[in-house]
Each structure stands twice: as C-alpha cells, then as structure tokens.
Nanobody, 120 residues
Framework: QVQLVESGGGLVQPGGSLRLSCTTS????????MGWYRQAPGNQRELVAR???????NYADSVKGRFTISRDNAKNTVYLEMSSLKPEDTAVYYC??????????????WGQGTQVTVSS
C-alpha cells in the first residue's frame, strides 16, 4: 500500500520555527504533486503549500512569506519549513500526494497527520 510518513510536528512558541517532513516511495514521489494541508478543529482542511514536480510552488495567502515547501528527490521527501509561527497556525498538518492516474486524472494519498501547536 502507499504510505506517506510524516514527522516533525510539535509544540513551539509564537515566532518559532518547525520543519515537517514527509517521505513516500519513489514511484509515488517521482511523478506526484506533493503538498501540505492543515485542519484545525471546526475548520475545513485547507491547502497550505504545494510543490509541482517541475519546480513550481504555491502557498496559501496566510502562510506566504513564512512557510517554504521543498523537495529532496534523492530522499523522496517533501519538507515544509515553517517560521514566524502564529497561534492560528495550530492544526494537524497532512502530507498529500496527488498521483496521476491518467492524462487528466489523479488520486490523492494522505499522510497520517502531525500536530503542530503554536502556544506560549
């Protein structure tokens, strides 16, 4: 089965930094769009950042300038570097792989989620 293994969550003070990691198989990683989503209690799951395998990235307005998504192809790993963290960043963060199944279709695979709590 396809697995996306996340790590790096934890408790951090406002203004602090964390780096999340997500590792999957090369067969998935090599052709998938990788992204990070988050979901806080009572909220919809929202896209935080996305990395297309060609190199382009995009970010939610709420994290632009503070978060950076990157890919290490040799390690089949996508990272989310988070800085200047705010309490409103508190959420469960999910790694996502959008795996192409056809010219215009794809399948979503999800990590188990990792808790990020920003609090003093």
């Amino acid at each position: 089965q396809v697995q996306l293994v996340e790590s790096g969550g934890g408790l951090v003070q406002p203004g602090g930094s964390l780096r999340l990691s997500c590792t999957t198989s090369g067969s998935i990683f090599s052709i998938s769009t990788m992204g990070w989503y988050r979901q806080a209690p009572g909220n919809q799951r929202e896209l935080v950042a996305r990395s297309i395998r060609g190199g382009s990235t995009n970010y939610a307005d709420s994290v632009k300038g503070r978060f950076t998504i990157s890919r290490d192809n040799a390690k089949n790993t996508v990272y989310l570097e988070m800085s200047s963290l705010k309490p409103e960043d508190t959420a469960v963060y999910y790694c996502n792989a959008k795996y192409p199944t056809g010219p215009m279709t794809s399948r979503d695979y999800w990590g188990q989620g990792t808790q990020v709590t920003v609090s003093s």
